[in-house]
Structure formats: structure tokens, C-alpha cells
């Protein structure tokens, strides 16, 4: 009887065994494969007409040539912007006619469910022709009740000033009279106008909704230039020019972190490139990632130094406005909707624009770096990008830069600033040389790593600096302090802040108008 009970309370612990055995490698199948999604999509990542992913599960949809079109996909988690209400699982507000979205994560497949309807009902039949009868009274009370407005504002007016009535009245009825407008301010608005009425003023840029709406509306005109990540478009939103960075799809992490840090909250300045909206635009066929700027016509810093020399004072010009940007990405506010400090770790004249009055905006910050001071760390983005083999500091050519800590990429920046401020030192002048790149005449063209490791921290080498220079005194000044931002020893550069109160000095000793 003993034994028979033993066999059996044995028996017992090992089917509980067997099914926590069970429950724990269903656990890991879900938690290793993630949610399985329906998709119809031919993509190699849509096999079986399933996809995993560790986010939401996508579907949309559209009006394609009068057709409705329904698209179901997968959204990976980083693709989520902002994570807790993302935009790309969103429908405008008023679920418009030509697109609807929705996402979901209770389940697998559980977009396969959802069939999602515009809303495009035709006008019933039996109510047609009374519509459009009313239609046809519409105009003649629109326009007694605007005529009737337009005489209380005159007989208004002319009480209240009755010496100005006879100027003003020739000008009531005008088309640009004002008095009678009715369209809302929002239709009318310039970007900087939605960036004013929409924003909160923690700086952090325009509401998810208005970004989605405007990256919509844009029509691009054309290319203006491309690189790793894709090609940059000049667009038009309402008669603006805009600048559209179109990410390649394997790309998507660098759109994201750049999106990101560029709605951190008061970064916006006059010296960084104004930031719009970002978008994700899917076609049925592929994403396209978009990043939307301000548009400056001069292009680049490294456009501009190749096609036009400067002068002395432009030269001042150019230098404070960058050294004030990078010093306002450098430094933290402090304060519940404050600024942790960021770093560009991309410093170079390709990611740096002129504007019309020829002061300078720092873009491209898809590399950037932010410091989190309640835990004195480093936010590193995900993305395998580097930065430019040559503007790269020392330490970061020999791998001896200490990544956990923050100010060694703020002092790896100034390394870079130190650079370009001799690029434009070169153009500078009425016997200035031609524009060449830094280290022009001890690396190839396209360097490699062990080039500009061999030149910069074996043989120690700097660009040269030209004789000429000395008997000018700004560019004796601005010498000096490019000297200072390239040091081998990181702690003894300048930092930003202390570069943008030289430079000021500079400018305000010789008496240049800035």
C-alpha cells in the first residue's frame, strides 16, 4: 500500500514538472518569436503571408485610383515615434478620405480581423435633390449676410472716425480688405507661424498631428543632394520651400534617432537647423522615411567655401554663428523641461548650412549623443554609423576615448570645429588659396582609418597653416584658435562656450559689423 502510494504521488510531481515543462517553452516560443502578424505584401519578410515583430501589427486602408487598398504589415518597436502614442499607427483627426490606420498587439494575427472603411458615403438619392436645391440658395444668402457685414463694419467705422471714412472707404471693398475675412488663421499660416500658435514653448517642436499633416502636403520639387542615407529633395508646403531627407530603408535607425534628438526638448535655435516634421510615408511597396527641415538656398558650408571666397568679416560672421550653435548643443538647461547636453559627434561643412544673411546652422544630428546627468551616462544610438574619418579627433582614431563618460565627445566636437574653422580661414581674403579638405596633403582623397590614424596620431601632423595668415589679424586670431581646438591632449582644448566668447571678442575688438 506504501509503495502503491509513493508511485502515484510520484507520478503526480512528475506531470507538474511536465507541465511546467510545457507552459515555460510556450513562454519562450512567444517571447523569442514575438507577435505574429498578418501581412500580404510579396516581401521576402512576409513569408507565408506572416510576419514577427516585437511591436504592433499594421493595418491600413487607402484609396489607390478610386480602389480601396488594404495593406496589413508589421511595426517594429523602434519604429514606434514617440513610443506611447505612435504616429505611424495614426489616423488624422478627422479620419479622412484618403487613409485610415489602425494597430494592435492583443493577440497574434490580430490584424487580419480588421476591415477598416473611409468614409465616402455617397448622398442618399431621396435627399439629393433637396440638397442640391438648398445648394442653389446658398450663394444669395452668403452674400446678403457678407453684405450686410461689410455695411455695419462702414456705418461702424464712419461714426467712430468720420475725418478717415472717405480714405478708408476707398479700400473697403478691396479684395485684400481684411475686415471681411473669414478664413481661419491655421489656413493661412506660415510654418513659423504653426510653430508659434501650435507649440507650448518647451521647444520641443510641432504636435505629431500637425507634423503628419504637413509632411502630407508637400510636393517635391528636386534633388539637391545624397549621401549614405539617401537623398535630400527641396519641397513646397503652401508656396515654402522645405527641405525633405529621404532615408533609405536600411537607414531606418538613423531617421529615428535623428527625428528623436531633434525634438528634444529646447533644442530649437537659430544656429540649428530648424526642424519641421518627420514622417513615415508608405507607398504599398516600400517605406520611405522622411525627415523635414528648413530649406537654405547657399547649401552647405562646403558648397558655399567651393564656390565663393569671403571676407574678413564674414568670416567672424560664419565663425560665431557656428561656435554659438555647437555651445548652445553642449550645455544643459536645467529645469523640469529642460535640455540635457548633446553632442554632434558628425562635426564637418557638409553638416553645416548657410543661410541667406550668411550665418551658419548646424544639421545632421543622426550621430548625436545626449548626457544623462541622473545617472551620469551616455545615450548612444543604436545605429553602426561612425563619423567622418577626417574630422575625426585622436582619440577617437586610436580607440582610446573613454565612450562612458560625456565630455570626451563634446571635446572630440571642438577637435572637428577646429577643422572646419580652417576651411573657411583658406577662402578668406583677396589672395586666399583654393578650397581643399582638411589633410588634402597627407591622406588620400577617400582615407581610410590607418591613414588618418597615421597622420594625426603617430605622426602628430595638423593642417598648415599659411604664412599670409600672420599679417592678417583676424585670421592671426581666428588661427590661434583653431591651434587650441586641435590639441593632442583632449582636456587642454577650448570648449564651445569659451570659442563663442573668443570669437565675440574678436569681432567686437576690430570693430566688424556683424
Not at 499660416?189 to 499633416?213: C, F, H, K, N, Y
Not at 542615407?229 to 531617421?255: H, M
Not at 602628430?460 to 584658435?481: E, F, G, M, T, Y
Request: with cysteine.
Amino acid at each position: 500500500m506504501f509503495l502503491f502510494r509513493s508511485v502515484i504521488m510520484d507520478s503526480l510531481h512528475w506531470r507538474k514538472l511536465l507541465h511546467l515543462l510545457i507552459l515555460f517553452v510556450f513562454l519562450r516560443s512567444n517571447i523569442v518569436n514575438g507577435l505574429k502578424c498578418y501581412c500580404n505584401s510579396d516581401s521576402p519578410s512576409c513569408p507565408n503571408s506572416t510576419c514577427e515583430t516585437d511591436g504592433y501589427c499594421y493595418a491600413s486602408t487607402a484609396l489607390d485610383n478610386g480602389e480601396m487598398k488594404h495593406t496589413y504589415h508589421c511595426i517594429e518597436l523602434k519604429a514606434l515615434i514617440p513610443i506611447e502614442h505612435p504616429f505611424s499607427c495614426s489616423t488624422t483627426r478627422t479620419r479622412n478620405e484618403s487613409v485610415v490606420i489602425q494597430c494592435c498587439n492583443s493577440r497574434d494575427m490580430c490584424n487580419r480581423d480588421l476591415r477598416l472603411e473611409l468614409h465616402t458615403k455617397p448622398p442618399d438619392k431621396e435627399t439629393s435633390s433637396e440638397t442640391a436645391a438648398a445648394w442653389q440658395f446658398l450663394p444669395w444668402v452668403m452674400g446678403l449676410m457678407l453684405l450686410s457685414a461689410c455695411a455695419a463694419i462702414s456705418f461702424w467705422w464712419a461714426h467712430r472716425y468720420p475725418k478717415t471714412i472717405k480714405r478708408e472707404s476707398r479700400s473697403l471693398f478691396a479684395p485684400e480688405d481684411s475686415l471681411c475675412e473669414t478664413r481661419h488663421p491655421m489656413m493661412t499660416a506660415t510654418i513659423r507661424d504653426m510653430i508659434e500658435l501650435t507649440t507650448s514653448g518647451s521647444g520641443s517642436g510641432l504636435p505629431l498631428l500637425v507634423q503628419r499633416s504637413i509632411a502630407r502636403q508637400i510636393q517635391l520639387v528636386d534633388i539637391i543632394g545624397k549621401g549614405r542615407f539617401g537623398e535630400v529633395w527641396r519641397g513646397r508646403w503652401r508656396g515654402e520651400n522645405v527641405a525633405v531627407k529621404i532615408f533609405s530603408s536600411r537607414e531606418e535607425c538613423s531617421w529615428f534617432r535623428e527625428a528623436e534628438i531633434y525634438q528634444t526638448v529646447m533644442l530649437r535655435h537659430e544656429n540649428i537647423l530648424g526642424f519641421i516634421a518627420a514622417d513615415n510615408k508608405d507607398n504599398g511597396t516600400w517605406t520611405q522615411l522622411w525627415l523635414i527641415t528648413d530649406y537654405h538656398e547657399n547649401g552647405s558650408l562646403f558648397d558655399f567655401l567651393t564656390a565663393k571666397t569671403i571676407d574678413a568679416n564674414t568670416l567672424i560672421k560664419m565663425a560665431l554663428s557656428i561656435a554659438t550653435g555647437l555651445a548652445h548643443l553642449h550645455m544643459d538647461i536645467v529645469g523640469t523641461k529642460g535640455k540635457p547636453a548633446i553632442a554632434h559627434r558628425d562635426l564637418k561643412s557638409k553638416n553645416i548650412l548657410v543661410k541667406l544673411n550668411l550665418t551658419c546652422v548646424i544639421g545632421d544630428l543622426g550621430l548625436a549623443v545626449r548626457h544623462n546627468v541622473a545617472s551620469d551616462s551616455v545615450d548612444v544610438p543604436s545605429t553602426n554609423r561612425v563619423g567622418t574619418k577626417r574630422y575625426m579627433a585622436p582619440e577617437v582614431l586610436d580607440e582610446s576615448m573613454d565612450s562612458r563618460q560625456f565630455d570626451p565627445y563634446k571635446r572630440s566636437d571642438v577637435y572637428s570645429l577646429g577643422l572646419v574653422l580652417w576651411e573657411m580661414a583658406r577662402r578668406c581674403g583677396t589672395a586666399c588659396d583654393d578650397y581643399q579638405p582638411p589633410y588634402y596633403d597627407c591622406v588620400p582623397p577617400d582615407p581610410a582609418l590607418d591613414d588618418m590614424r597615421r597622420a594625426v596620431c603617430i605622426e602628430r601632423r595638423r593642417p598648415v597653416l599659411p604664412n599670409r595668415w600672420h599679417s592678417d589679424p583676424v585670421l592671426s586670431a581666428i588661427s590661434k584658435v583653431m591651434k587650441e581646438c586641435w590639441y593632442q591632449n583632449p582636456a587642454a582644448r577650448l570648449t564651445a562656450l569659451r570659442i563663442k566668447k573668443t570669437l565675440a571678442n574678436i569681432a567686437t575688438t576690430d570693430n566688424y559689423k556683424l
